[in-house]
Each structure stands twice: as C-alpha cells, then as structure tokens.
C-alpha cells in the first residue's frame, strides 16, 4: 500500500512502487474516508507524538522553546493537550538563523543526510534557508503525489511546469510528486525573457494535459497566447490546471476565467514553504474547497488574537504542524493563512476538514482602511467577475490630511469601446461598495499594469511615506 499501515512507527516509512488502479479515486480509501475521531486517535495522535519526541531530541531549538514553556512531549497525550505547545513565527526562525547559519538549530539531521537545500524568496525579511533531508524528500514526493491522484492526475499525463525552477519550494514540490506518480513532467520553467513566448509554441506541440504554476501566471499566457493568434481552448490540450503561491485558484470569478480560458479543471492548493508538502491544503476533482490532510500536516484554525483553536464554521489563521519530518519539522508554525474551515462532508467521500473558500488571505497581506479589513481576494473577485475588464489591476492605499484613500486600478480589454468605458468604471464603483469598500476607481489602457511570471504583488502602501512627510515637516 502507498500509505503505511503501521501507523505509530515513526517515521513512517512507504512502497515507493505502488500506485493504485488508474479507476481509483482514492490514493488509499482506507485512510481518507476514515471515521474522523478514529483517524485523529490511531493516526494521526500517534504520529504527532513521534515528531515531538523526536524534535524535542533532535532540535535544541524546540528543546529551549518548550522548557522555557514548562511543556515535554509526555504531557501530550491529547490533540487537546497539545495547544500547550507554543506557536512557532517565521521571525522566530530567521532569527534562529542568523544566530545559527545557514540552518538554524533546527535542522536536526547531519548534513550527509541532506538531499536538498532550497529556500524562501526573502521578499518580507531575510531568507529562510531549509536543509532538507533524503528521507523527508521522499516523503514529500509520496504526499504530493497522493493528492494529485485525489484530483485527478494519472500516470497518463503529462504535467507542464510553468514555475520558476530555484529555490522556490513549488516547482520542485510539483514535480516530486508528478514523478513520484509515474506521470510524464514538462519542467518548462518561468522567468526567462523569451520564454513565456516558446512555452506557448511547446504547448501546441508536446499538449501537456496538466499546468502547475500561479494563477497569474496561467492568465498572463493565455493574454500572451489570444495576441499572437492562438486559442489557449483549441491549440492546448489542459484538462486539470492546479495552482499554488497565490489566493487567486481559489477566488470564483478567477478560477472562472480560467476553466473558461482553458477547458479544464482548475485546482485551488498550497500553504506555505516551510510546510512542504505545501499542497497538504488541496482541493479534490469536485472543487468543494481545499481537504486538510491532516494525518501529513496537521493543521489548526486559530484566533487571529489568542491563537487558540476555533471550532468548526469559524474564521481566522491556520497554525500548522508536520508528523513526517525529520529534517526542520515546523510544529504549530504561525503561517498567517486566513481561512474559514467546515467538516461538513465532501461528495468525493473524504472526512478531512475542508477550507470552503480555500486561503483567501493572509494576516500580513490584509490591510486596514478606515477601520475596515480588506483582503485583496475580495478585490480580484470583483474585478474579475466583469466582463469588458483585464485581469490585471493594482490597489494603492495613499494617505491624505490623515485620512486613508483606496486606488482600485483595472485594465479594460483591447476589444472595448472607449465610450463603454464609464460604464465598467461605474459597475466596479458598485461591485466595491457593495462588498463594503469605499474606493478610487481608475480604468486603464490595456497592458499598462505590469504582468507577472511568479508572484503577482499587486497592493502598493504609500501610508508610510505620508507619515514620513509629516514627521519631516
């Protein structure tokens, strides 16, 4: 079986040669549709007493973060008991770090059981830097690989990679588990001039039937794509497109243009880097929102201000902990997803809690406008969800006389005719208000709002520099 059954070793250890029949919808039945109090007491309890035992041994940063809390691994003998363990915060870790480079003293494995060194992108701080170990690889390879099956990746693909292939996690997390499932991979890449330009030509030509890359990304080649004369719904051949690195797989009027762009499925997945395998929040082929695979990476919806754990049908961060690694296991770390998660059942069969509406922020991505918490998502829906408007748009917050103002800026399609364009400004205007945003709207030319290959960063926050100006004078 793929999934080991003898589920209190740790760690655990799989057939790196089974695949289930190409008819199952299960990568294995057992455990997914399992009875959730029966998984949480004989799966994944045991599991999560194995990872504390073994950081508490093994990881002098935990060993010093838990007795300075007055906490052992023996004081958790409930999923209860372990809200005792204190959260973990990426400033926590970069700091670690710096004061023990380049791994930090969580690494926890010599360094000739290290397989990959990758790395965060360092855009909010300094990078992270993971060490990761040969074990853990394949581990991440089988628990990537068992969640694409989930939604729908066979050994008959072919997986076209359009993601940068560096120390970002994604790419290479995509292609483990493809592999790992026996599907064929096309590790395209991203980022270099030119290239988004021949990925549409190998596209016609090799029809990959699986994408893996940023939302973003997908729409920007299929702009690409309409302007040098192709049809991304007849010259490419995508049934499933899965996405990870922002919100947007997950925001309806998004993932509509994509399905309707492409003709295929389009799945919402991904937490965070240092939780690999990031895709441990993913949606099946019904697209009821993300499962939480729990028995790989446990994770917790907390209170964005007490951290403490929320019942079902509530909102607010999700702390996440590994149960499968042995190389800097991250234990009830502060991602700052923000999220709503229900265990209403699923039509697949699974009983893992669902994220409804997938991540659709983050704690460090909302900003505050008048006293109101805005997510860039709800923006994107908006947007998105008008046709005449691109997918492209910018939000500026300026600051004037002390009072927060909201730029919402959009692109009109090249088609449009410029008299219509009073009309898209005014069906945005209300779109916004109607979410509770009191917004500038400014319609742009098409193509003038910068594109993107990776990450789009679409929020520019000019408040600081008003509050500058204003200590100067």
């Given at each position: 079986?793929?999934?080991?059954?003898?589920?209190?070793?740790?760690?655990?250890?799989?057939?790196?040669?089974?695949?289930?029949?190409?008819?199952?919808?299960?990568?294995?039945?057992?455990?997914?549709?399992?009875?959730?109090?029966?998984?949480?007491?004989?799966?994944?309890?045991?599991?999560?007493?194995?990872?504390?035992?073994?950081?508490?041994?093994?990881?002098?940063?935990?060993?010093?973060?838990?007795?300075?809390?007055?906490?052992?691994?023996e004081d958790i003998r409930s999923l209860d008991d372990f809200e005792?363990?204190?959260?973990?915060?990426?400033?926590?870790?970069?700091?670690?770090?710096?004061?023990?480079?380049?791994?930090?003293?969580?690494?926890?494995?010599?360094?000739?059981?290290?397989?990959?060194?990758?790395?965060?992108?360092?855009?909010?701080?300094?990078?992270?830097?993971?060490?990761?170990?040969?074990?853990?690889?394949?581990?991440?390879?089988?628990?990537?690989?068992?969640?694409?099956?989930?939604?729908?990746?066979?050994?008959?693909?072919?997986?076209?990679?359009?993601?940068?292939?560096?120390?970002?996690?994604?790419?290479?997390?995509?292609?483990?588990?493809?592999?790992?499932?026996?599907?064929?991979?096309?590790?395209?890449?991203?980022?270099?001039?030119?290239?988004?330009?021949?990925?549409?030509?190998?596209?016609?030509?090799?029809?990959?039937?699986?994408?893996?890359?940023?939302?973003?990304?997908?729409?920007?080649?299929?702009?690409?794509?309409?302007?040098?004369?192709?049809?991304?719904?007849?010259?490419?051949?995508?049934?499933?497109?899965?996405?990870?690195?922002?919100?947007?797989?997950?925001?309806?009027?998004?993932?509509?243009?994509?399905?309707?762009?492409?003709?295929?499925?389009?799945?919402?997945?991904?937490?965070?880097?240092?939780?690999?395998?990031?895709?441990?929040?993913?949606?099946?082929?019904?697209?009821?929102?993300?499962?939480?695979?729990?028995?790989?990476?446990?994770?917790?919806?907390?209170?964005?201000?007490?951290?403490?754990?929320?019942?079902?049908?509530?909102?607010?961060?999700?702390?996440?902990?590994?149960?499968?690694?042995?190389?800097?296991?991250?234990?009830?770390?502060?991602?700052?997803?923000?999220?709503?998660?229900?265990?209403?059942?699923?039509?697949?069969?699974?009983?893992?809690?669902?994220?409804?509406?997938?991540?659709?922020?983050?704690?460090?991505?909302?900003?505050?406008?008048?006293?109101?918490?805005?997510?860039?998502?709800?923006?994107?829906?908006?947007?998105?969800?008008?046709?005449?408007?691109?997918?492209?748009?910018?939000?500026?917050?300026?600051?004037?006389?002390?009072?927060?103002?909201?730029?919402?800026?959009?692109?009109?399609?090249?088609?449009?005719?410029?008299?219509?364009?009073?009309?898209l400004k005014a069906e945005l205007e209300r779109a916004l208000k109607?979410?509770?945003?009191?917004?500038?709207?400014?319609?742009?030319?098409?193509?003038?709002?910068?594109?993107?290959?990776?990450?789009?960063?679409?929020?520019?926050?000019?408040?600081?520099?008003?509050?500058?100006?204003?200590?100067?004078?």
């Amino acid at each position: 079986m793929g999934t080991t059954k003898n589920w209190t070793k740790w760690p655990p250890r799989y057939d790196p040669a089974f695949v289930p029949p190409d008819d199952s919808p299960y990568w294995d039945r057992e455990l997914e549709t399992m009875d959730p109090e029966q998984r949480e007491k004989e799966v994944i309890l045991p599991k999560l007493q194995g990872q504390l035992t073994y950081a508490y041994e093994h990881s002098p940063f935990y060993r010093k973060k838990w007795d300075q809390a007055g906490v052992k691994p023996e004081d958790i003998r409930s999923l209860d008991d372990f809200e005792q363990i204190p959260v973990v915060t990426k400033e926590e870790i970069r700091q670690d770090q710096m004061e023990h480079p380049p791994f930090g003293s969580n690494q926890c494995v010599p360094q000739t059981e290290v397989g990959r060194v990758h790395g965060t992108s360092g855009t909010t701080g300094k990078p992270t830097a993971f060490a990761i170990s040969k074990g853990d690889v394949s581990r991440i390879a089988e628990a990537h690989a068992r969640i694409m099956w989930n939604f729908g990746l066979r050994p008959t693909d072919t997986v076209f990679i359009g993601s940068f292939f560096s120390l970002y996690m994604g790419s290479w997390g995509a292609l483990l588990g493809a592999e790992r499932l026996g599907a064929a991979v096309f590790p395209f890449g991203a980022g270099v001039p030119g290239q988004s330009d021949r990925a549409l030509e190998w596209m016609k030509e090799v029809k990959p039937t699986a994408f893996y890359g940023t939302p973003s990304y997908s729409l920007y080649l299929a702009e690409k794509a309409v302007k040098k004369g192709f049809d991304p719904l007849k010259d490419f051949n995508f049934n499933i497109l899965f996405f990870s690195g922002e919100p947007g797989a997950g925001v309806p009027s998004t993932r509509k243009r994509i399905e309707e762009t492409y003709g295929g499925i389009c799945i919402d997945s991904g937490s965070t880097a240092e939780m690999t395998p990031w895709m441990t929040d993913c949606e099946c082929d019904h697209r009821q929102g993300m499962h939480l695979y729990q028995d790989i990476v446990y994770a917790e919806v907390v209170d964005v201000n007490t951290r403490k754990r929320l019942p079902y049908g509530r909102e607010g961060a999700i702390v996440y902990t590994h149960l499968e690694r042995t190389s800097q296991p991250m234990i009830r770390f502060w991602a700052g997803d923000i999220t709503r998660w229900v265990d209403d059942p699923c039509p697949c069969g699974r009983t893992y809690p669902r994220l409804p509406h997938g991540i659709y922020g983050r704690a460090d991505d909302m900003f505050v406008v008048r006293g109101e918490n805005v997510y860039p998502s709800a923006i994107e829906d908006s947007i998105r969800a008008i046709p005449g408007l691109g997918d492209e748009f910018r939000i500026i917050i300026t600051r004037e006389k002390a009072m927060d103002e909201l730029i919402v800026q959009a692109e009109y399609v090249p088609d449009a005719d410029p008299a219509d364009t009073p009309r898209l400004k005014a069906e945005l205007e209300r779109a916004l208000k109607a979410r509770g945003l009191r917004t500038v709207v400014q319609l742009e030319a098409p193509n003038t709002i910068e594109r993107t290959q990776f990450k789009a960063r679409r929020i520019i926050d000019k408040r600081d520099l008003y509050d500058h100006l204003i200590q100067e004078k």
